[in-house]
């Protein structure tokens, strides 16, 4: 079983339209919940994180974590054409080797 | 305050030849990470150094490959003998401690293999 499983894509939605990420995680130890996003040929860059469970806003995105049955999603509200990239969940564990672990990612369109 | 800097940011070698990666964390990072991406596929681990150690080795392959980060100058991600597969993209991301596994990212090191 994958540490970190994450939806397949690709998804396409119009503009205005409200869209929802997600990932399951195996590991119960696991900390830190992260959003990354990746525009095409560059690197990853952070979204959101969270460690609690719960719903945690940053203006149109909002980060879920759901630790009892080991899911999280990023909702992304009012979507813009500039939200058009690849999203890709991680989790992390602190301790000795630490390292940041990646779902497959998500390649979202936004169609104006 | 520049970001974590990596170069070449294209490489392309003949099968055989040798790769060198090269990744200037920020100012005031001490922790890197590899990772290495390749198409349709996520980000996977390769290796976490702190200054001259290695902390964690554990998705790099076995042979040909080697990382290093010196008292003085860049990160180093070397390949050795370089062969189709090891065509990817090649990031690096630097931390300034171990806290909430927030990484800052390169541009990443894009290697084609002829």
């Known amino acids: 079983q994958k540490e970190v499983e994450q939806d397949p894509g690709p998804l396409s939605v119009p503009e205005g339209a409200i869209v929802s990420l997600n990932c399951t995680y195996s590991?119960?130890?696991?900390?830190?919940f992260m959003w990354y996003r990746q525009y095409s040929r560059k690197g990853p860059e952070l979204l959101m994180y969270?460690?609690?469970?719960g719903n945690k806003e940053d203006g149109r995105f909002t980060a879920q974590v759901d630790k009892s049955s080991k899911y999280i999603s990023l909702f992304i509200r009012d979507s813009q054409p500039s939200d058009s990239a690849t999203y890709l969940c991680?989790?992390?564990?602190?301790?000795?080797?630490?390292?940041?672990?990646f779902g497959k990612g998500i390649t979202l369109s936004v169609r104006p | 305050n520049a970001g974590v800097m990596q170069n070449p940011r294209h490489l392309v070698r003949r099968r055989g030849q040798e790769a060198r990666l090269r990744c200037s964390p920020m100012?005031?990072?001490?922790?890197v990470y590899w990772y290495r991406q390749l198409p349709e596929e996520g980000l996977k681990f390769m290796v976490y150094?702190?200054?001259?150690?290695?902390?964690?080795e554990s998705g790099m392959p076995k042979e040909r490959f080697s990382a290093e980060f010196p008292k003085e100058g860049p990160s180093i991600l070397r390949i050795q003998q370089v062969v189709r597969g090891d065509s990817a993209a090649y990031f690096c991301?630097?931390?300034?401690?171990?806290?909430?596994?927030?990484?800052?990212f390169g541009e990443g090191s894009r290697l084609t293999v002829l």
């Open positions: 991301a630097s931390s300034p401690n171990l806290g909430a596994g927030e990484l800052f």
């Open positions: 590991n119960s130890a696991f900390q830190y």
């Open positions: 969270t460690y609690s469970s």
């Open positions: 991680a989790i992390f564990l602190t301790g000795a080797n630490s390292k940041l672990t």
């Open positions: 100012k005031g990072h001490s922790h």
């Open positions: 150094l702190q200054k001259e150690n290695i902390i964690d």
